[in-house]
T-cell receptor
Framework: GAGVSQTPSNKVTEKGKYVELRCDPI?????LYWYRQSLGQGPEFLIY????????DSGLPNDRFFAVRPEGSVSTLKIQRTERGDSAVYLC?????????????FGPGTRLTVL | GQNIDQPTEMTATEGAIVQINCTYQ??????LFWYQQHAGEAPTFLSY??LDGLEEKGRFSSFLSRSKGYSYLLLKELQMKDSASYLC????????????WGLGTSLAVNP
């Protein structure tokens, strides 16, 4: 079966613009995670969904960032008024559930560049 | 606070064995993961340890000592394709659904 997919693979935008990043998890996976990764760093947790609800959004840096998962499958990460510091690779991961031991499967990421 | 330490870089020779260490300081423990990440690609799962001891999976093995807050990833019969970053992550003891990630160890395998 297909793995986690993310679109677009690359996004270049100008400071102040709005962007949407899409994640399509593995079918049947109820848990979905968004991470941000800068060069030479480990993934930085942003938000986690269990089903349709955001179970933990404590990693979102500020209120310019928002994510939804309206039908418990595809998720969209939305960034308003982008800043140059938002430039990073945005990774999405899914797992069967959030239970202990369940590995997270990562998508290829979206490389966001804010000029 | 929660903290994970890994060496930044390591170099090894094709065919050799390399051990990548990870130490963690957390208020509790619910499991440790190792992921491999090639440049420009997403992390891929390698191993999961929750009990003390060695877990072997082909050329890769992972060890855990909970009393020492210590794990290592052992790579045998190194191949050029093993050149990648190796990430250690532990479950956040305050929130079991979150992972706390190390910065990763960049391994270069030379011929």
């Amino acid at each position: 079966g297909a793995g986690v997919s993310q679109t677009p693979s690359n996004k270049v935008t100008e400071k102040g613009k709005y962007v949407e990043l899409r994640c399509d998890p593995i079918s049947g996976h109820t848990a979905l995670y968004w991470y941000r990764q800068s060069l030479g760093q480990g993934p930085e947790f942003l938000i986690y969904f269990q089903g349709t609800g955001a179970a933990d959004d404590s990693g979102l840096p500020n209120d310019r960032f928002f994510a939804v998962r309206p039908e418990g499958s595809v998720s969209t990460l939305k960034i308003q008024r982008t800043e140059r510091g938002d430039s990073a690779v945005y990774l999405c991961a899914s797992s069967l559930s959030a239970g202990t031991g369940n590995e997270q499967f990562f998508g290829p990421g979206t490389r966001l560049t804010v000029l | 606070g929660q903290n994970i330490d890994q060496p930044t870089e390591m170099t090894a020779t094709e065919g050799a064995i390399v051990q990548i260490n990870c130490t963690y300081q957390t208020s509790g423990f619910n499991g440790l993961f190792w992921y491999q990440q090639h440049a420009g690609e997403a992390p891929t799962f390698l191993s999961y340890n929750v009990l003390d001891g060695l877990e072997e999976k082909g050329r890769f093995s992972s060890f855990l000592s909970r009393s020492k807050g210590y794990s290592y990833l052992l790579l045998k019969e190194l191949q050029m394709k093993d050149s990648a970053s190796y990430l250690c992550a532990v479950r956040d003891p305050g929130n079991n659904r979150k992972l706390i990630w190390g910065l990763g160890t960049s391994l270069a395998v030379n011929p």
